[in-house]
């Protein structure tokens, strides 16, 4: 039986089809909700279940407690409707404006900017490029149909007559996908790709000075929005931190800095947590969002884009909302939660 959905305060209403969660068909037909993971692990989407009843698939507590859901609050990303339901959502105006689509894409070029990162540049089909918020994420769909999210690190006007995205990955050691780039993939491989999938991107209708917060390859979608910001020629004050273990680990500082020159508007902060003895380090040390703390301690007026390591991303959004004032809902991240985060 087909159920319907209607999401408030917006009001817009959409099916559900049997055994659908709720996100699955609210990005099938272009209603922009919060989400990530789309997988029960990052919380992105946690909602409020106003009417009707849902049974939750496997999920992370973390994303979502007992507690939590015993109050009426779901995730759409895997509550199936048993009924007709009424979900309080924010809205995300742009989030389902790009069709979500599947296509072959093939590996320009593998570079290793730093030992455990690796840039990949894949090839899109040229008869009709992706379209994409500068944040968004595209999924590789593997041989098993498992699914890895890599968000693109170019701003969505470099799609060109010769469309092509660049990625960054974090070779995490035992992983499905990352063990293979680090290891077998090579140019000229063919893999299914699918997107654009997010609502982590710039919103582009706000005035507010801008904090951008990454930790290690979290860096990627950092650096579209920048480009993106750049193409615009916007004059909104952004700063950038970026958080690695050592000096190494900026894979891109030289881009940072470049891109500091060129935008006047944009500071830039790289913040090491592990300095090694030969970095020689003289910046900012301790954890990334402990630093935009100290910078800011009065974040009222601001908006705050964090993307990484879920733990960071945890931290930086209880600690900027609870402590520097920032408003829950000016906080937007992706947490780039993997399989050591489901089990
Ligand atoms: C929205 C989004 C965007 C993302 N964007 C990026 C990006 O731009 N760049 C990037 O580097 N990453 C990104 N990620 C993370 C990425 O999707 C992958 O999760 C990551 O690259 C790991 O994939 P993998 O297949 O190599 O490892 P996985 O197979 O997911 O394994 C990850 C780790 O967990 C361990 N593991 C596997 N199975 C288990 C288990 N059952 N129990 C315990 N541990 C286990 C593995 O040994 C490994 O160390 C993003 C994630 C999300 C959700
Ligand atoms: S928990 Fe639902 S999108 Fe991540």
Redesign the pocket.
């Known amino acids: 039986m087909t159920f319907t959905a209607t999401v408030q305060p917006a009001g817009r209403s959409f099916n559900i089809e049997p055994d659908e969660p709720v996100l699955q068909a609210a990005i099938r037909q272009g209603v922009g909700l919060p989400y990530?993971?789309?997988?029960g692990?990052?919380g992105s989407c946690k909602s409020r279940l106003l009417e009707g009843r849902v049974v939750h698939g496997a999920h992370q507590s973390k994303a979502l407690s007992a507690d939590e859901e015993a109050a009426g609050m779901m995730l759409t990303c895997c509550a199936v409707p048993q009924t007709d339901v009424v979900i309080e959502a924010r809205s995300v105006p742009g989030a389902g404006q790009f069709a979500v689509r599947k296509m072959p894409s093939r590996v320009l070029s593998i570079t290793r900017p730093a030992p455990d990162?690796a840039v990949l540049t894949m090839q899109l089909p040229a008869n009709d490029p992706l379209r994409y918020h500068a944040g968004q994420?595209i999924?590789f769909i593997?041989r098993d149909g498992?699914?890895?999210?890599?968000?693109?690190?170019n701003a969505p006007h470099t799609q060109t007559d010769k469309p092509a995205i660049e990625?960054?990955?974090?070779?995490?050691?035992?992983?499905?996908?990352?063990?293979?780039?680090f290891g077998a993939m090579k140019e000229k491989d063919i893999l299914r790709v699918e997107g654009p999938?997010?609502s982590?991107f710039l919103r582009e209708d706000s005035p507010k000075p801008i904090v951008l917060l990454a930790s290690?390859?979290?860096f990627?979608?950092i650096k579209a929005i920048i480009e993106h910001l750049q193409f615009k020629a916007s004059t909104r004050s952004v700063t950038l931190y970026w958080g690695c273990r050592s000096k190494a680990d900026l894979y891109l500082h030289d881009w940072a800095l470049a891109a500091a020159q060129q935008m006047p508007n944009l500071r830039y902060v790289p913040v090491l947590s592990e300095p090694r003895a030969d970095d020689a380090w003289t910046g900012r040390t301790g954890l990334v969002h402990r630093a935009v703390m100290a910078d800011w301690p009065d974040l009222s007026g601001h908006q705050v884009y964090a993307?990484g390591a879920p733990i960071m991303v945890e931290s930086a959004q209880r600690d900027l909302v609870a402590q520097c004032g920032l408003p829950a809902d000016e906080f937007y991240a992706?947490?780039?939660?993997?399989?050591?985060?489901?089990?």
């Open positions: 990530g993971c789309k997988d692990a990052c990162v994420y999924e593997l498992a699914r890895r999210s890599y968000s693109m690190a990625l960054h990955l974090r070779h995490m050691p035992g992983g499905l996908f990352t063990d293979h780039v999938f997010g982590f290690g390859t979290g990627a979608p993307c992706d947490s780039f939660t993997s399989e050591a985060d489901k089990h």
